[in-house]
């Protein structure tokens, strides 16, 4: 296939059946219907999907609340037939370019220690591990890695 043509946009409700599809093929313990729908309800929280330039298709999609001193990414997902296209790095890419004005605040995850793929994308993104949260999963009671990623320097206006 070749080069993908992604556009993004702010997810609206009449998503979520698409949403649920991508998460339930994503993670052992999806998120409901309702969580969805609440984040995409929330004034504090950006809810970003990819979508196929030419199918409209949503290709995957990422939500985070924003805290005092941080954004906290809460979910991230691409479809598994277009995982590896550099789709997850797209949207933190748009993410950091939407909120590079708010230079203060930085940006916070939980991932599964297990997920090796994950830890390596947000690495990649300027995510450093800052600490593990014990049993975090309901799972099977897997530990997270936290990982954070410190706000962008202020840059001072050209004068």
Known sequence: MSEERVDFRRL?????NAIEAIERASYP???????F?????????IS???FDADTRELLGYLIISRYVDAWHV??????????????ATMLLDRLFGLTAGE????????????????????????????GIRRGYYT???????????????????AT
């Open 74 to 87: 809460m979910n991230v997902a691409v479809a598994p037939a277009h995982r590896r296209r550099k789709i």
């Open 139 to 157: 799972d099977n009671r897997e530990d997270a890695l936290i990982m954070w990623r410190d706000p962008e320097p202020m840059r001072a206006e």
């Open 103 to 130: 230079g203060r605040r930085g940006y916070t995850l939980e991932v599964r220690v297990s997920n090796e793929h994950a830890i390596r994308l947000y690495e990649r993104a300027g995510f450093k591990p800052r």
């Open 29 to 35: 313990t999806p998120w409901s219907r309702s969580m």
């Open 12 to 16: 609206e409700l009449r998503d979520l």
């Open 37 to 45: 729908a609440g984040e995409l309800a929330k004034p504090s929280s």
């Open 48 to 50: 970003l999907g990819a």
